[in-house]
């Protein structure tokens, strides 16, 4: 069974703090994404990677950015936090031949910025 | 664009009723992928079913069933005889090429809570 690891589950950080979310997969995907849930919009695509060092934006990109150095690892990076980024966020992989491939999801990071 | 619209919010039902979850998408492509999710409570997305555009027969797993439509652009879900273990956050997702490489990026539904009373 695929395995998507995340760092946290629950996370208090205060505004414009820098903000690491961690996200390790254990099956060798190369796709990886980031979402972030929200009630009543679903999840949103954040960024998402289909390569080591690759990435590319999804549809709410501003104020995050994402690091890819290892297959296996895809960082989100909150560069100054702020309290509209207060969420729920999601980590998924796939693999590379992504049309029609399920995602495989993490259990999810509750962010709270205060 | 693609777009994936789930109008029910919140479903609340009793157990043993049946309950059919509504999606609707929209795309450009002729080749699509559609996907079910259930979110319990734990947090973690289940893949629950995929069908490709191309393969309208309906299809049934145990107690789940879902119908798809491409006349109507719709992939609904059915729970039959539903348990308090249904309680879930349900999700309808849309996987296209969005007019080139799309990677496998999901666009997903608003979501349906549903809540089973004993």
């Known amino acids: 069974d695929v395995k998507v690891t995340q760092s946290s589950r629950y996370l208090v950080k205060r505004t414009g703090e820098k903000v690491f979310l961690e996200c390790v997969q254990d099956?060798?995907?190369?796709?990886m994404f980031w979402y972030r849930q929200d009630p009543g919009l679903g999840l949103r695509l954040i960024y998402f990677?289909?390569?080591?060092?690759?990435?590319e934006k999804g549809d709410i990109p501003e104020g995050y950015s994402v690091s890819r150095e290892k297959k296996e690892r895809f960082s989100l990076i909150l560069e100054s936090a702020s309290t509209n980024q207060t969420s729920m966020y999601l980590c998924?992989?796939?693999?590379?031949?992504?049309?029609?491939?399920?995602?495989?999801f993490g259990d999810g990071t509750r962010l709270s910025i205060l | 664009a693609q777009k994936v619209t789930q109008a029910q919010t919140e479903i609340s039902v009793v157990e043993k009723e049946d309950v059919t979850l509504d999606c609707v998408y929209e795309?450009?492509?002729?080749?699509?992928?559609l996907f079910w999710y259930k979110q319990p409570p734990s947090g973690e997305l289940v893949f629950l079913i995929r069908r490709n555009s191309f393969d309208e027969q309906n299809e049934i797993s145990g107690r789940y069933s879902w119908n798809f439509q491409k006349s109507t652009s719709s992939f609904n879900f059915t729970i039959t005889a539903s348990q308090v273990v249904d309680s879930a956050v349900y999700f309808c997702?849309?996987?296209?090429?969005?007019?080139?490489?799309?990677?496998?990026?999901?666009?997903f539904g608003q979501g349906t809570i549903l809540t089973v009373h004993p």
């Open positions: 099956m060798d995907h190369e796709n």
């Open positions: 997702a849309l996987s296209d090429n969005a007019g080139g490489t799309s990677y496998g990026k999901l666009t």
């Open positions: 998924a992989s796939s693999l590379l031949s992504g049309l029609g491939r399920p995602q495989h």
């Open positions: 795309t450009r492509d002729t080749t699509y992928y």
């Open positions: 990677s289909y390569d080591v060092k690759m990435k």
